[in-house]
């Protein structure tokens, strides 16, 4: 393990998803509670290296929303493209006002559900954003329903304000901006104080024809004043510099990056930035994939996320991983590592999750595999291999 916990190219080869240490006896896993043992007050399953993982982390995901968008599927098949739907009034646009007219029981019944897709899946904490609402009272609820699962569910939850995911009608981006910087993050802030709703990252969609760099740099920089870890969209469908801008602020982490320059790509390797790869996005909108091999390479951190949303509808870490090896030719033991520690890396939370280490929190999976390269292999298999899931020592998924 290097010192910020996160795993470098050469270091993935070798690494297994934090596993024990070989050793000439298979490890013992002791939790309390556990199911499966009446008589005792603890039970321990006596497990080879290739049966358990850390628990999988999910660095992306928009899972608060109402309103499906299948119909769009068929317009992209048809050759219609993201922004093509966009500027029609569809995309976010379309999830936007269905949001709005949703109620937060409603909100928050769906989104409970899909976290027990992801949970299942074999993810145990996933990152989660707002950004269907674009106006303070919507972002402001779908805040709450995260804040509300954080409490009342196992799965681990770091929480994203992105109330600049699209430019509300009637506004431009600077507009937008200055209604962000005004008044959304003041509140934010004094809802963080007082307890009410805790905050992780804040995020911006930093493209063109949505926030420019100069509207992506005063909210980014507003967010981290008021103590948000920088997380935010960048490079995707356009060379946007947006690598750079995250490096020159301190970005956690930069997700997609399609388009990232090889200058961005340097910067970001020098500044221990992470690089949050969609796989099922590219997949999803026939983009190219991003260079995961130059990033790798060149020592980036690279982290994986479902992206998870209307647009791009998968639970699943197993089968992200499995497209990040076929389509950004990473090899398995590097996409294990992009979806564990590294991912953990780009949510802060690397020194409590992402491995199995002493000391850290006991999330991990158990499968029913000879060989653990099989979770990602299967291609869409994960739900017959994948027996326990275990969350802070808790079983919390046994199929």
């Keep these: ?31 309390p509670g556990c199911p499966t043992i009446s008589s005792a007050s603890h039970c321990e399953y006596q497990l080879s290296s290739d049966q358990e993982k850390a628990g ?22 048809a050759g219609a493209t993201y922004m093509d739907i966009h500027q029609a009034g569809g995309g976010i646009n379309f999830t936007v006002e269905r949001t709005r007219q949703a109620s937060e029981e409603e909100l928050y019944s769906s989104f409970q ?7 299942r899946a074999g993810t145990t904490l996933v990152e989660c954003k707002s950004g269907y609402g674009l106006n303070l009272e919507t972002e402001l609820k779908m805040l709450r329903v995260i804040e509300r699962a954080r409490q009342e569910l196992d799965i681990g939850i770091s ?25 959304h993050l003041p509140r934010l802030k004094e809802l963080g104080r007082n307890g009410e709703i805790h905050v992780d990252n804040i995020d911006v969609f930093c493209e063109k024809d ?20 920088i997380n935010f969209h960048g490079d995707e469908l356009h060379p946007m510099k947006a690598a750079e801008l995250g490096v020159e602020l301190g970005a956690q ?23 949050v790869l969609l796989p099922t996005t590219a997949y999803m909108l026939r983009l190219k994939q991003p260079r995961a091999r130059k990033m790798l390479d060149e020592g980036v951190i690279v982290a994986l996320g479902s992206d998870f949303n209307p647009n791009a509808y998968c639970f699943s870490m197993p089968m992200v991983m499995h497209l990040a090896c076929v389509n950004m030719r990473m090899s398995m033991p590097e ?48 739900h017959e291999l994948i027996d326990y899931v275990i969350a802070k020592g808790k079983v919390i998924y046994k199929k």
């Design 159 to 183: 929480a994203t304000y992105c109330g600049a995911h699209s430019v509300p009608k009637g506004k431009t981006a600077s507009e937008a901006a200055d209604d962000i910087i005004k008044n």
């Design 253 to 275: 982490a930069i997700s997609h990056l399609e388009e990232v320059s090889d200058e961005g790509i340097a910067a970001m390797a020098s500044a221990r930035c992470s690089a």
């Design 335 to 382: 996409a294990l590592a992009a979806a564990t520690i590294n991912a953990a890396y780009a949510l802060g939370k690397s020194h409590t999750q992402g491995s199995l280490e002493v000391g850290k929190q006991g999330d991990l999976i158990i499968i029913n595999s000879p060989r653990w390269e099989h979770l990602i292999y299967q291609f869409g298999g994960h």
């Design 113 to 119: 559900q899909r976290l027990g897709c992801m949970m």
């Design 1 to 31: 393990m290097m010192g910020d916990n996160a795993v470098s190219q050469r270091q993935s080869s070798n690494f297994t998803g934090g596993l024990f240490s070989p050793r000439e006896q298979a490890p013992t896993w002791s939790s």
């Design 56 to 77: 999988l982390v999910d660095a992306h995901t928009h899972p608060v929303w109402a309103g499906e968008r299948v119909h769009e599927f068929a317009m992209k098949l």
């Design 210 to 229: 949505v926030f420019d760099l100069d509207s992506t740099r005063r909210i980014l920089q507003s967010g981290k004043d008021i103590g948000l870890q």
